[in-house]
């Protein structure tokens, strides 16, 4: 095998290249999502290094030299990061020049060829699902061999292999979870709706719904939910349970863990037998029956993707989600003491002054716990991003994302809605939300039952108010 160094990559501040479920930016209260894109190979190859720099404070100083140890370095990249990613890459190489490099991700997934013409300093990237492609490059095979890669071959010119085929046998796949142990600090992760420490990984990939915003079920891991065995998802729970000391909740990272509700309510139940805390990915209409069995068992929190209260831009999206059945199951968790985190989305097709009053209006009066409010961002390989470029709403000035501070702005424009009236509605959507006195005392009865959530809260209410400003100076600008 060739010594190995995976690499989430040093860039903006606060920005978690990590985060898997749709896109990544700096978000209002900083938070880090575990590698698990980067984890995955790595534990499929003896030896290798997984080095997540954002959350261990590792700058472009503290990487570099790394090279020189290494054979090849494999990055995470996307298309916030990308141009910053390359600058990485460019100086891992300038410590190394024998050093092979390859990029993982929903950006060269679908530009392989855009990504290996613009970073001429990569050797290959991965398409698709990646895992046992990297495995392929590191275990030292001819690249022109190698399925689901392009690279570049002797002559300089790219080449495109045949796609690899879908992993259908997830037990496949090795726990991520003894990467975490070996190579990351676990306590510098955290998330603010989830209890601290936490650890998250996946137990399937592909996702039934057809959103067309969602990144990773159109561009790697598909439509299809294929899962791991209940038996070995418990398996990995028992070994975090052993290795990871203090650790207070697991988050499945499944971008819908609810598809199938049998497997889900089995896992639940033999989660209930150990005692553990648990959250996980849903949609807004999981049966009160199936949220009760889960409930009982561990579940503490869902987060769901409500993106909007409109009915007809749930329409446009495809979401297959009714309002009806969104209040419903909202309903149902709080009378269960189920808790919710919603995201939702400002400036998707179909959207009006008017709309996203109606969206912020059905999230005070759903309530969930908390919220997550984003813009519309059409990313290369989605449906959405075709249909933008078709009919003339996408910004090519602001297609990268997020500003340089790695802050997302709104590529996303109609003739009837600006860009400026979708970014600042994100503001008034928080203020509105969470500026009302029930919520207020609701914060302050839950800091006044738990110090640690009175710690952390106070910490998030001064970089919520931190981020605040940094919008209205991205604005400015």
């Not at 690499?7 to 898997?20: I, K, R, V, Y």
């Not at 090279?67 to 300038?94: C, G, N, Q």
């Not at 009760?292 to 007809?312: D, H, I, P, W």
């Not at 709403?393 to 709104?410: F, K, M, P």
Request: proline content about 5%; some cysteine.
């Amino acid at each position: 095998m060739m010594r190995t160094l995976f690499l989430q990559a040093p860039s903006f501040d606060g920005f978690d290249g990590g985060a898997g479920s749709r896109y990544q930016a700096r978000r209002e209260i900083k938070s880090f999502w575990f590698p698990t894109w980067l984890a995955q190979p790595a534990a499929l190859i003896p030896g290798s290094k997984l080095v997540d720099a954002p959350p261990h404070n590792q700058t472009l100083a503290d990487v570099a030299p790394m090279a020189r140890d290494y054979d090849l370095a494999v990055l995470h990249t996307s298309t916030p990061s990308f141009a910053s990613d390359i600058k990485v890459a460019e100086r891992l190489k300038a410590e190394n020049p024998n050093l092979k490099i390859g990029l993982i991700g929903a950006k060269v997934a679908v530009q392989a060829n855009e990504s290996l013409r613009d970073a001429p300093v990569v050797d290959w990237v991965a398409r698709n699902e990646f895992d046992f492609t990297v495995k392929d490059v590191a275990s030292g095979m001819d690249l022109g061999a190698i399925p689901g890669i392009s690279y570049r071959n002797g002559e300089g010119v790219i080449v495109h292999n045949k796609d690899r085929a879908m992993l259908e046998n997830m037990d496949e796949l090795p726990f991520v979870s003894e990467v975490y142990k070996r190579d990351l600090q676990y306590e510098k992760y955290f998330i603010g709706y989830l209890k601290h420490p936490y650890v998250s990984f996946y137990t399937g990939r592909g996702c039934k719904s057809r959103c067309t915003f969602c990144l990773w079920p159109q561009t790697v891991g598909g439509h299809r939910y294929r899962t791991r065995s209940v038996e070995h998802v418990i398996q990995e729970i028992k070994y975090i349970q052993a290795n990871f000391p203090g650790n207070r909740e697991i988050f499945f990272d499944d971008d819908t863990f609810t598809d199938d509700l049998p497997r889900a309510e089995a896992i639940a139940k033999e989660l209930g037998k150990l005692g553990v805390t648990w959250s996980c990915n849903a949609k807004a209409n999981v049966p009160r029956s199936s949220l009760k069995v889960m409930a009982e068992n561990g579940l503490r929190l869902l987060l769901v993707g409500y993106e909007s209260g409109n009915q007809q831009i749930l329409h446009n999206i495809k979401k297959g989600m009714r309002i009806d059945v969104a209040r419903q199951f909202t309903k149902d968790c709080h009378e269960l003491g189920i808790k919710i985190h919603g995201t939702f989305i400002l400036g998707l097709p179909g959207e009006t002054t008017e709309t996203i009053q109606e969206t912020i209006r059905f999230a005070v009066e759903t309530n969930p716990h908390t919220i997550q409010v984003s813009l519309a961002a059409p990313y290369p390989g989605t449906f959405l991003w075709d249909q933008a470029a078709r009919e003339g709403w996408l910004d090519t000035a602001n297609t990268e994302y997020v500003d340089a501070h790695g802050v997302q702005i709104a590529p996303l424009a109609y003739p009837h809605l600006a860009h400026t009236e979708i970014f600042d509605s994100v503001e008034t959507f928080y203020r509105k939300f969470y500026f009302r006195a029930p919520k207020i005392a609701s914060i302050c009865g839950e800091m006044i039952r738990d110090r640690q959530m009175m710690v952390r809260r106070l910490r998030e209410g001064v970089e919520f108010f931190r981020f605040l400003k940094e919008r209205a100076a991205s604005k400015a600008a």
